[in-house]
């Protein structure tokens, strides 16, 4: 009895926890008319009552979609933001800190301890500390107002070269050793060894990252004023709830590619977020 | 020997790195102590002034109140819940591993979309007050109250129970099972197992994983500003809305020095993470 009432409860949670997602789907299919009965009351302040809601939508239809994608250019456009930013910054970090965390992790040189404190400090900071400081740097880069504003310091934010760090780390010192009495230079056992066997820690690295840079607020808001580069996260509460139909839809579209990713990439999320914690 | 420290392969995987992050966060932050001690407008020497105006400002305390009283709420309550559910999860391994994907799925939810549902939820007429309506009790001003306090500490542990279950996961699997073994042989009971085995065994653990929820502690603020803007329910104004303000307002001199002390603390809690976790190897 005690065994059933835990699972209850536990399963209970977790259907809470993932109820938002079958919402907004749901959401995503109702008729106009369906969801402005809904939600007239919010949407009107005129009328009386409360907003209420349906598990599922009466009868199911693509309206909303037909709408946002065929009469949408300026969605289409934030969308191409959004995903700009985070296939610059993922190409970024695969570029600058996956080498960054394999040479912290496999070797050893002066300073390297206060290097990597420096990089730790720098990933804990919120980014209102620096905000003022890497706005007048990027001015006198004539980056602002640009979507490389946002790009090339998300490309070295340091948190991903924590993770993978942990996972670099793992790899035994052994394998190193016997390609080094074959011959191979450093470049090739990075490329031969680390690589492959750290796979999974750059993937888990790049998904959080990805994720971050997906619903990226504080950096557009201060250093964009064009609203042609609005990223998706700041273009959707613009729209008003009249459209009810269209911030569903949005609002789904935008979790498609990270829900994609989460299912492909979950067991390699789950020793990413394991790394962040467990020192080898 | 310069010439060697310069020749050590490490420097070409970490040099292209060091010097974006030099750019873009190093020299940036170091800029910020520099201008935490001048005055923006004339750039002569202030000394402390910065500090105490910053100090003595009240929405500074008001701002500093309640990020404060947001994570010692928010941070012991996540930890708390998800070590409950990662026990229970690690017991029942079938089905809980199915369940602990669902935990895991707010991560990937995209603040927007989380914003959407705010909208919809917490609305004066919207569909919570609907749900309390029909229940006979009184409806609620959700986001201009201090409920709105309470929501966010709901989203925050929303988003990260998942990632934090996963955590005390790894730190439970750590824990040999020739322990729990030998401790049944002798008859302790499932309490006793629970706090002489497993919550001491977990504890090296404890460290790392409060600052990581610290460290996430600060990303609530997306939501927040994008339901709320610039001038939220005075319970939730954070440190964010505080220096966004004052980046807008061009008040300089308090944004820097309130910088500095926010960075301090937090690099005094880094240190002591760092010592807690070398403590461990």
Not at chain 2, 15 to 29: E, K, R
Not at chain 2, 115 to 123: K, P, S, Y
Not at chain 2, 125 to 153: H, K, P, S, Y
Request: with cysteine; net charge neutral; glycine share 6%.
């Amino acid at each position: 009895m005690k065994r059933k009432l835990s699972l209850f409860l536990i399963a209970f949670g977790a259907f809470i926890v993932i109820y938002p997602v079958i919402f907004l789907l749901a959401g995503s299919f109702m008729h106009p008319a369906e969801l402005e009965e809904h939600l007239a009351p919010i949407v009107s302040p005129a009328s009386q009552g409360f907003a209420d809601w349906s598990l599922l939508p009466q009868i199911p239809t693509l309206r909303s979609y037909a709408k946002v994608l065929l009469e949408e250019p300026q969605f289409f456009m934030v969308f191409w933001n959004s995903v700009k930013i985070v296939a610059g910054v993922v190409a970024g970090q695969l570029l600058f800190g996956v080498p960054a965390a394999w040479g912290f992790a496999r070797y050893e040189f002066r300073l390297k301890k206060l290097l990597f404190f420096i990089y730790i400090i720098l990933m804990m900071l919120p980014f209102q500390v620096i905000m003022l400081s890497q706005y007048l740097v990027l001015r006198e880069l004539s980056l602002l107002d640009s979507l490389w504003a946002i790009i090339l310091p998300g490309a070295f934010s340091t948190f991903p070269v924590f993770v993978l760090y942990n996972f670099f780390r793992a790899i035994p010192e052994s394998i190193m050793e016997s390609a080094r009495i074959d011959g191979a230079s450093e470049f090739q056992i990075f490329f031969k060894i680390g690589i492959p066997l750290g796979k999974t820690g750059i993937i888990a690295a790049l998904l959080l990252q990805f994720l971050e840079y997906w619903n990226v607020v504080e950096q557009p808001l201060i250093f964009l004023d064009r609203e042609e580069l609005w990223p998706l996260t700041l273009y959707l509460p613009e729209i008003s709830l009249e459209n009810a139909g269209q911030s569903l839809v949005a609002a789904v579209i935008t979790l498609v590619p990270t829900m994609i990713l989460f299912f492909l990439c979950k067991d390699h999320l789950e020793k990413g977020i394991v790394a962040s914690a467990v020192k080898e | 020997m310069r010439v060697r420290t310069w020749k050590n392969p490490a420097w070409w995987f970490l040099l292209p790195s060091f010097t974006g992050v030099c750019i873009f966060y190093f020299i940036p932050y170091i800029d910020v102590f520099r201008r935490a001690f001048f005055s923006a407008a004339g750039g002569e020497f202030q000394g402390l002034d910065n500090f105490k105006t910053v100090l003595t400002n009240p929405a500074f305390q008001l701002a500093v109140k309640n990020t404060g009283l947001f994570m010692l709420v928010c941070i012991p309550l996540l930890l708390f819940l998800s070590l409950v559910i990662a026990v229970w999860i690690y017991r029942h391994s079938k089905i809980g591993n199915f369940l602990k994907t669902g935990f895991l799925l707010p991560m990937a939810i995209p603040v927007a979309a989380v914003v959407l549902l705010w909208r919809i939820l917490f609305d004066d007429q919207g569909l919570l007050n609907g749900v309390l309506d029909r229940w006979g009790t009184g409806t609620c001003e959700w986001m201009d109250t201090r409920w709105a306090f309470v929501i966010l500490v709901v989203s925050y542990i929303w988003k990260n129970l998942g990632y934090h279950i996963v955590l005390w996961l790894a730190g439970l699997s750590m824990i040999p099972d020739q322990i729990y073994e030998a401790a049944q042989m002798d008859g302790a009971s499932d309490r006793v197992i629970f706090f002489r085995i497993t919550l001491p065994n977990l504890l090296p653990m404890l460290f790392i994983i409060a600052v990581l929820a610290l460290l996430n502690s600060f990303k609530v603020f997306r939501e927040v500003y994008l339901v709320a803007g610039n001038y939220p329910n005075e319970s939730i104004y954070m440190i964010q809305h505080l220096f966004n303000n004052w980046f807008r307002d061009l008040a300089l001199d308090k944004m820097t020095a309130g910088a500095v002390l926010l960075s301090i603390l937090l690099i005094l809690l880094i240190f002591l993470l760092q010592k807690a976790w070398e403590d461990r190897a």
